[in-house]
């Protein structure tokens, strides 16, 4: 199971996960963010390049922004009282 760290500093919601290369194994870390349809990541130890699958970085992105907008609206709460 991968390590995922969420952080939210300055209104943005920042979700790194670090998933393992399919080849060499090695932990790489991937900003949920640029996880977007139709981009790729390359494994900085062996070079592999994994594609990412765009229906489920367009399910990614748009949790995030839930997210986002779920824990603004938490705050807002918490520090109107």
């Not at 765009?54 to 009282?81: G, P, V």
Request: with cysteine; hydrophobic share 30%.
């Amino acid at each position: 199971m991968p390590t995922i760290h969420i952080s939210e500093t300055n209104e943005n919601l920042t979700i790194i996960i670090r998933p393992r290369c399919p080849k060499c194994k090695k932990e790489f870390m991937l900003n949920l963010k640029n996880y977007l349809p139709g981009k790729h990541h390359a494994c900085y130890a062996c070079g592999t390049v994994t594609q990412f699958d765009a229906s489920l970085a367009e399910k990614a992105q748009r949790q995030i922004r839930d997210l986002e907008t779920s824990t603004h609206e938490i705050l807002e709460r918490y520090w109107s009282e």
